[in-house]
């Protein structure tokens, strides 16, 4: 049966950066482990997160199990699904022998627990058209840090899109994930079709996906799966809570989402995507996702932003509040005047 379940997590409690406005300059709290200012490890307190998050999901409640997993590139990202994916591949591993109606004991066997890094899934960066922001790492930089992630098979995996190191509007940034989340869900589809085709029905089994990813893509990707845009992006709708887990259920065919308030197709002369977006397997025009649509044929979201597996409790919720736009141009220094004021000697 096709993908049905789609698991949002957010990295856990993770270290600072800054950014000189007038420059556009990053500076990292703390020294990075890829160099990257933009990609700090998590904080002692996120390492615990991650190894709750990981407890809950291996836990015998917990169903269905991932059978995929997609993260965006930066290392915070990985370092919080790093728990969960390797006690994911233990279990598999270790009830390989008993399998039951396409189940490898708690474990589909058609799982591929290999993480695949989606940069369509990436930070968002406010638009700027004076300094580029920073790169995404790549797999060949990640793989030396989490080997046990990232394996040979998976660091073939090409991306969807890379998004622009110009930045994006907050509308941009919708239209990027609702791309990328297409593009995998229909990618999930066709492995498990293809997977499944011999399979007599009572063997086809639940399939899921858990993607981590940042506080502003996760909000945007749950309006993309349910459809749902509000009037106003700063509204609190999507709960993106650190090592937070929400569940997204795939509608039923028969099943119709109805048109929300605020709910529109994008007016606007701005592009849909952001200049210097690179499309890799992606085309680059965005699905029609809003009016209660939803990308894929549209999402439930039946559990949102739940910390109840964490010590803490909700920690660090987030939304947006506004473009985080940089097109001002650099800043002259302190100590000089704007080029159209002139100097009067007294």
Same mark, same amino acid.
């Given at each position: 049966m096709p993908l049905d379940t789609i698991y949002l997590t957010r990295h856990g409690h993770r270290l600072s950066w800054t950014i000189d406005f007038r420059t556009g300059t990053y500076r990292a709290q703390f020294p990075t482990p890829t160099g990257n200012p933009a990609d700090p490890a998590l904080t002692s307190h996120g390492v615990r997160q991650s190894l709750e998050l990981a407890e809950y999901i291996a836990g015998a409640e917990f169903h269905p199990k991932p059978s995929r997993v997609y993260s965006s590139p930066f290392y915070r990202c990985l370092q919080t699904i790093q728990p969960s994916v390797e006690e994911l591949k233990r279990l598999s591993a270790g009830s390989g022998s008993s399998q039951q109606n396409g189940q490898i004991g708690p474990i589909d066997r058609h799982a591929d627990l290999d993480v695949r890094i989606e940069n369509g899934l990436g930070e968002w960066f406010g638009a700027t058209d004076f300094f580029d922001h920073p790169a995404h790492p790549t797999p060949e930089i990640m793989s030396t840090h989490f080997p046990t992630l990232l394996t040979e098979a998976s660091q073939a995996y090409k991306p969807l899109?890379?998004?622009?190191?110009?930045?994006?509007?907050? !509308?941009?940034?919708?239209?990027?994930?609702?791309? &990328? #989340?297409? %593009?995998?869900?229909? +990618?999930?589809? *066709? @492995?498990?079709?293809?997977?499944?085709?011999?399979?007599?029905?009572?063997?086809?089994?639940?399939?899921?996906?858990?993607?981590?990813?940042? !506080?502003?893509?996760?909000?945007?990707?749950?309006? &993309? #799966?349910? %459809?749902?845009?509000? +009037?106003?992006? *700063? @509204?609190?709708?999507?709960?993106?809570?650190?090592?937070?887990?929400?569940?997204?259920?795939?509608?039923?065919?028969?099943?119709?989402?109805?048109?929300?308030?605020?709910?529109?197709?994008?007016?606007?002369?701005?592009?849909?995507?952001?200049?210097?977006?690179?499309?890799?397997?992606?085309?680059?025009?965005?699905?029609?996702?809003?009016?209660?649509?939803?990308?894929?044929?549209?999402?439930?979201?039946?559990?949102?932003?739940?910390?109840?597996?964490?010590?803490?409790?909700?920690?660090?919720?987030?939304?947006?509040?506004?473009?985080?736009?940089?097109?001002?141009?650099?800043?002259?220094?302190?100590?000089?005047?704007?080029?159209?004021?002139?100097?009067?000697?007294?």
């Open positions: 899109l890379i998004p622009s190191r110009r930045g994006e509007t907050i !509308a941009q940034l919708h239209n990027r994930v609702a791309t &990328a #989340l297409e %593009g995998i869900i229909a +990618d999930i589809d *066709s @492995e498990v079709s293809a997977l499944e085709a011999e399979l007599p029905p009572d063997q086809r089994t639940s399939k899921s996906v858990l993607i981590c990813a940042h !506080a502003a893509p996760l909000i945007a990707m749950g309006r &993309a #799966l349910t %459809g749902r845009m509000p +009037d106003d992006s *700063s @509204e609190e709708d999507f709960n993106v809570f650190t090592a937070g887990l929400s569940t997204f259920k795939r509608r039923g065919s028969s099943t119709s989402s109805a048109v929300q308030s605020g709910d529109h197709e994008q007016s606007s002369s701005e592009k849909p995507l952001a200049e210097g977006t690179t499309f890799i397997r992606a085309s680059g025009s965005p699905p029609q996702w809003r009016n209660g649509r939803g990308v894929g044929g549209g999402w439930d979201c039946v559990a949102n932003g739940d910390c109840s597996f964490l010590s803490g409790g909700a920690e660090r919720g987030w939304h947006f509040d506004g473009e985080e736009a940089f097109n001002t141009g650099p800043m002259a220094p302190p100590s000089e005047l704007p080029a159209n004021v002139a100097v009067t000697k007294l």
